[in-house]
């Protein structure tokens, strides 16, 4: 069993930053990857970053490439997404989740159905 918290979440101007944290206990937290999803009102959930176990993998959404950052601290249990120059299409409900089931770090990581845990996610809101 894993549980994930999210924190970090705000209201921000276009342009501006946020550092988005993802605590995570009941399992060791080196074992299994990490992603963040997104969900704006009215849409679908969406991928946003994933992480490999050791951190030496990433994979990004196109949207979000050269803007986010995602990256992890085992010593800690939390994962970041670190999100730089924010736009208006960024707001939406951030999620992160945990994947424990796969030993191998592939594409797949960008799917919902690879994820065993979720959390309950922060609202981010970026104002134009």
């Known amino acids: 069993q894993v549980q994930l918290v999210e924190s970090g979440g705000g209201l921000v101007q276009a342009g501006e930053s946020l550092r988005l944290s993802c605590a995570a206990s009941?399992?060791?937290?080196?074992?299994?990857?990490m992603g963040w999803f997104r969900q704006a009102p009215g849409k679908e959930r969406e991928f946003v970053a994933a992480?490999?176990?050791?951190?030496?993998?990433?994979y990004y959404a196109d949207s979000v490439k050269g803007r986010f950052t995602i990256s992890r601290d085992n010593a800690k249990n939390t994962a970041y997404l670190q999100m730089n120059s924010l736009k208006p299409e960024d707001t939406a409900v951030y999620y992160c989740?945990?994947?424990?089931?796969?030993?191998?770090?592939?594409?797949?990581?960008?799917?919902?159905?690879?994820?065993?845990?979720w959390g309950q996610g922060t609202q981010v809101t970026v104002s134009s």
């Open positions: 992480i490999r176990w050791s951190g030496g993998s990433t």
């Open positions: 989740a945990a994947g424990i089931r796969h030993p191998i770090f592939t594409t797949q990581v960008t799917t919902m159905a690879w994820y065993d845990y």
């Open positions: 009941g399992r060791t937290f080196s074992s299994y990857a």
